[in-house]
């Protein structure tokens, strides 16, 4: 089998796992692959530019899926909001085991900012929780 082929099917495999987590297990499994692809693509020999920016790019699609799941938890599709990544996520160079770095700017109507707190509270955990799953290999 062709390498690249592999890790295309390997990267599309966490992505979906990514897509398809809908609770906090599944969350937690799709970051167990993100560092499970990771240190099969170093052991395969993958530059460390080209890691960090994978890692980096799997996490926001994590990350992502966290606040969709939130934002649905919370009711809040009708707040506008930006999840900001700072320090070495937003820089792109993410290694195995990082610490979070995270912002959350939001506009509610009055009466609002409670839930949106709470929501982006929430979010901010499960990230950080999804972040340090244990890797499985």
Request: charged share 25%; net charge negative; with cysteine.
């Amino acid at each position: 089998r062709d390498l690249f082929a592999l890790q295309r099917q390997t990267m599309a495999q966490v992505t979906s796992a990514i897509a398809t987590a809908d609770d906090r297990e599944g969350l937690r499994d799709a970051a167990a692959e993100i560092h499970k692809l990771a240190r099969s693509l170093l052991a395969q020999g993958i530059g460390a530019e080209q890691l960090t920016q994978l890692i980096s790019a799997l996490n926001d699609k994590l990350s992502q899926r966290i606040l969709d799941l939130e934002s649905t938890r919370h009711d809040l599709a009708d707040i506008d909001f930006c999840w900001v990544a700072l320090g070495s996520e937003g820089r792109h160079e993410q290694t195995f085991s990082t610490d979070q770095d995270n912002a959350i700017i939001f506009v509610a109507e009055e009466g609002r900012t409670k839930p949106v707190r709470a929501s982006s509270a929430s979010a901010s955990r499960r990230r950080t929780t999804c972040s340090s799953a244990p890797d499985s290999t």
